[in-house]
């Protein structure tokens, strides 16, 4: 967790002050993409562990995959709340408005995140039952539907937010943006994704002791 | 107010989120491997715990 943070932070750091102005942005607000844009691609590989988890409780009854499902569901929520925090302030900068309710990749986000929060708060609030597991895994594989109409948002409903720039059509299938800034962007994803991992592996251990701790109470009972 | 200003809010923001998340996620951690000892301290010792 160390190690990615400390990357992550070597890349904001870099951001402010090794990278150039980013052409179509106005001052430094643009700046707020090193952080913004990979806790955005990492919350997806979040709601990808959410779906497999989903899905292997679903498909082979897998108490990992119900483990992973909930490691998952906080660590989307974790990461979502970032790009949704970060964003609008983002946006009251650039656009004179926090948010805008037309603009398909913010309401997608935004619900894919409210379904984070819901998962997160039903875990804990809810008896753990095969019920509750189904309702819980079926959620989690409908919320992953959207990440790629999220992903896609830009290019199908175009709106306010920034086009995709990775692979973008407009910049001939390659990266529309400087090298500098792509080079300190895939940093910092870097740095996310091992943040994430060194997450996922603790959240792991609590959510196993949280299961071992019910056991024991119910041999105690 | 400043685009520094909008920046500063905004990785404030993220670092905080991520800064508190860490700490609750090692604090459940600390707290749930109490806990399991407690029991199984007392699984081990019925006699006490009767007491």
Known sequence: MLLGL?????????????????KGFDGDSYRII???VPAAWTSFIAFGMLFVGSLAWFWKRSEWGWTLAGVAAELSLLFGLCVVTSG???????????????????NTYGVLSAIALFLVL?????????????????????????VPITYMATRWWQERHPCVTIGCEDNGG??????????????????MTILLIGQAMVSWEVQKCEQRLAELQQRMD | MSDVAYLAAAYAAM?????WFTW???DRLKDVQERIEA???SLSNPTDSDE
């Open chain 1, 122 to 146: 039903s875990r804990r609030s809810q008896p753990d039952t095969p019920e509750f597991r189904d309702v819980f895994s079926g959620i989690g594989l409908f919320g992953f539907l959207l």
């Open chain 1, 6 to 22: 400390a990357i992550a932070g070597l890349a904001m750091v870099l951001g402010f002050v090794v990278a150039p102005s980013a």
């Open chain 1, 88 to 106: 609008p302030i983002w946006g009251a900068a650039e656009w004179g408005v926090p948010w805008d309710w037309t603009d398909a990749r913010l």
């Open chain 2, 15 to 19: 670092i905080g989120l991520i800064g």
């Open chain 1, 34 to 36: 090193f952080w913004h």
């Open chain 2, 39 to 41: 029991v199984e301290e």
């Open chain 2, 24 to 26: 609750q996620l090692l």
């Open chain 1, 174 to 191: 390659g990266s529309g943006v400087d090298s500098v800034i792509l080079q300190i962007w895939l940093l910092s994803f870097l740095g």
